[in-house]
């Protein structure tokens, strides 16, 4: 092992040493100057495009392209453009006696050659999987250690000579505890070998990771994403890759590390927001909202729709000038089983009953004239009176709002869907008749004068993916993934129906009332039923201490998880009893301050407001959750609101408000117990959940 200007093995060693370092940053040097060149090449060719492009066509998509690559070559100066090398000997033919640096991008000089290899590139994977059993060809394995953008020291491992430092490794050590404020950074330095299998899945494999707390299964989604994107470039730029997240908090906290990674085009969205076909102006009282969330209810809004298709009572005429045409009940009967048995959207289903009738009456206009009709002779036949009158009373034209409206508004059409589904009990729930009508979506006489809920949002889109197919992406990471109720889970497997997922979640940390139980059942909703269950337990960023605290509450959450399990030995944990909460909280947060790092204060969501107003007093400045940005190192969060985020020093206040705050309220607090990478400090004037006694 040799760490620069850190240890030495003979006098000379020192001055070599020096030399080294001065020579990696030479070309660190070199190769942000390359990139410079690199996107000042794209900027031009951005600038020109319309000049050498053929037609508007051609310079609208060159200029779209080139755009794309401006902002995937921007460099931050302060992020390292390599972190890592990789020197080959003679066992690896392919690669015997080269030189890689590994960085976040590849970098080439004028000729073409590589100066940083791509993290994802084939040959970078032996910076992540090679060992001193497995040297893969590797004889050195190089570790660059980086303070603010300037390479500061280098660690080799001698992996031919069996030297392997493991997470030993002092520069592996310091990125990973490194104090942290903003957003969410990559973690391309410090990918573990069993992260690394992970990220480089193929892209048809879906994948469910059930991540302890600090495990890095966030970041394994995100590096997959980048990853998958890298290797099937243009498949996934045409179809497209979506995160799911659990709220706007947490997409704004990871929102910057594809972007770091060069990757630009990648849609990001709460479950809420991708189901957002309506408005939502009302809150639902939880048992209804559960209940609508419930599977059943796919079925109940497949048969509401089903029961809308007819059977022909007449034959169609149609007059055509001097001409009628003709089409019996036989046949028209045929054209309607037939598309029923095709099982197609409900509204791709119209539109194919009424080619099939138009073809008909094609078939017979040739017969009789004894030539083909045009274009304009069909579309005038598609809309005429007696194909839409036949339309409309054997397949008539649904909406998804008015569907569920509807359903919500008409008990015998409900007790038709629901039949032997749901309890005459549950349908007056649903419609809020046993209640009053104090159920939280408040129907109006129309869809559009409709207050609806959020969970109204999940059974509307159900019913528009009934009526039409919607677009699909080629693949899509969905985080905190154990909250998803069935309903939600269906709305997310029809964007992927054709497309791979990378599901990640830890079911001790469920809290939604539907939270779930056994990844199977989530997988079968997402309609990825052989989907690979691989668990994470072992973590790198929260503190033993802290695990071992947190894990006090494991046998009474009623989940089937291994124990978290931390290699950090650092960090703290301070769990006292104060008589006053304002105060110790302030006296805390200043405590914190004077360590580098960000500081969270989690609370009950009804505190929040008292806390924030005490350390605005105190001279404290704050921040929400939503300011990611923000420069302010205290932020205030509700603890509803913390799930995925993470903060260097963490301090809880009063866990047993916490808890009592909803039913789940023990998962809750093993959710913001984990949020502390350094530091851990429990305030409580009650007494603590018996759990953690």
Not at 510 to 536: F, I, M, N, Q, S
Not at 680 to 691: D, F, S
């Amino acid at each position: 092992m040799t760490l620069a200007a850190q240890t030495s093995h003979d006098p000379a060693e020192p001055d070599a040493l020096d030399e080294e370092l001065a020579a990696e940053r030479t070309h660190l040097e070199s190769s942000r100057a390359a990139l410079r060149v690199m996107r000042e090449r794209a900027q031009a060719l951005f600038a020109t495009g319309d000049k050498v492009a053929g037609d508007a066509y051609t310079a609208e998509q060159l200029g779209r392209h080139m755009a794309r690559r401006v902002k995937e070559l921007a460099d931050d100066p302060t992020t390292p453009l390599f972190f890592g090398r990789l020197d080959f000997g003679d066992a690896d033919p392919d690669h015997a006696g080269r030189r890689y640096h590994v960085g976040r991008r590849h970098v080439t000089d004028e000729a073409g050659e590589p100066m940083v290899l791509d993290w994802r590139a084939p040959v970078s994977r032996s910076f992540y999987r090679a060992s001193a059993r497995d040297p893969q060809g590797v004889a050195v394995r190089r570790r660059f250690g980086f303070s603010a953008g300037v390479l500061t020291s280098f660690e080799d491992e001698r992996l031919d000579r069996g030297e392997e430092l493991g997470t030993a490794s002092r520069i592996l050590t310091a990125e990973i505890e490194r104090p942290r404020v903003g957003p969410m950074r990559d973690i391309v330095a410090t990918i573990q070998p069993e992260q690394d299998e992970l990220v480089r899945a193929d892209l048809a494999d879906s994948i469910c990771v059930q991540g302890a707390p600090g495990t890095g299964k966030t970041a394994v989604g995100l590096h997959r994403a980048a990853y998958l994107l890298y290797v099937h470039r243009e498949r996934l730029r045409r179809a497209g890759v979506l995160i799911v997240g659990p709220n706007r908090a947490f997409l704004s906290y990871i929102a910057a590390v594809l972007p770091a990674l060069g990757e630009v085009e990648v849609d990001q969205s709460t479950v809420e927001d991708l189901v957002a076909g309506v408005p939502v102006r009302a809150v639902e009282d939880p048992g209804t909202a559960a209940l609508k969330h419930d599977v059943r209810m796919a079925e109940v809004l497949r048969r509401a729709v089903e029961v809308h298709i007819g059977e022909p009572t007449e034959p169609i005429m149609v007059s055509d000038g001097s001409f009628r045409w003709r089409i019996g009940l036989d046949p028209l009967h045929r054209v309607v089983e037939e598309t029923r048995r095709e099982g197609l959207p409900y509204g791709t289903g119209r539109e194919r009953v009424r080619a099939r009738v138009v073809s008909l009456l094609q078939r017979q206009a040739e017969a009789r004239r004894a030539e083909s009709p045009g274009d304009a002779w069909l579309r005038r036949m598609a809309k005429s009176r007696p194909v839409t009158a036949f339309l409309d009373a054997v397949w008539p034209a649904l909406t998804p709002e008015g569907l569920v409206h509807t359903l919500l508004s008409d008990p015998a059409v409900l007790a038709t869907a629901a039949d032997g589904l749901l309890s005459p009990e549950e349908q007056a729930l649903l419609q809020g008749r046993s209640t009053g009508g104090a159920t939280g979506t408040k129907l109006g006489r129309t869809p559009k004068a409709t207050r609806w809920t959020a969970a109204d949002a999940v059974l509307i889109d159900e019913a528009s993916g009934l009526l039409e197919r919607p677009a699909g992406y080629g693949h899509v990471v969905v985080d905190e993934a154990q909250d998803l109720s069935p309903m939600q889970c269906r709305a997310i497997a029809r964007r992927s129906e054709h497309g791979s997922i990378t599901l990640l979640g830890d079911l001790a940390q469920g809290t939604a009332p539907w939270a779930a139980t056994d990844w199977r059942e989530t997988l079968a909703h997402l309609g990825k039923p052989d989907a690979a269950v691989v668990p994470l337990t072992v973590g790198f960023r929260v503190p033993a201490a802290v695990v071992a605290f947190a894990n006090r509450l494991l046998p009474a959450l009623a989940v089937d998880v291994p124990p978290a399990e931390s290699l950090r030995r650092d960090g703290g944990l301070d769990v006292r009893t104060v008589t006053d909460l304002t105060t110790a909280t302030v006296a805390e947060v200043r405590a914190a301050l004077a360590h580098d790092g960000s500081v969270g204060v989690i609370a009950a969501d009804d505190a929040v407001d008292g806390l924030r107003a005490a350390l605005a007093a105190a001279g404290v400045p704050t921040a929400t959750a939503d300011d990611v940005g923000a420069a302010e190192r205290v932020t205030v969060v509700p603890a509803t609101l913390v799930k995925g985020l993470e903060y260097d020093h963490v301090v809880v206040v009063e866990p047993a408000a916490i808890v009592a705050a909803e039913p789940r309220g023990l998962h809750r607090l093993y959710v913001v117990l984990t949020r502390a990478v350094s530091r851990l400090a429990v305030l409580h004037t009650a007494p603590l959940p018996a759990p953690l006694g």
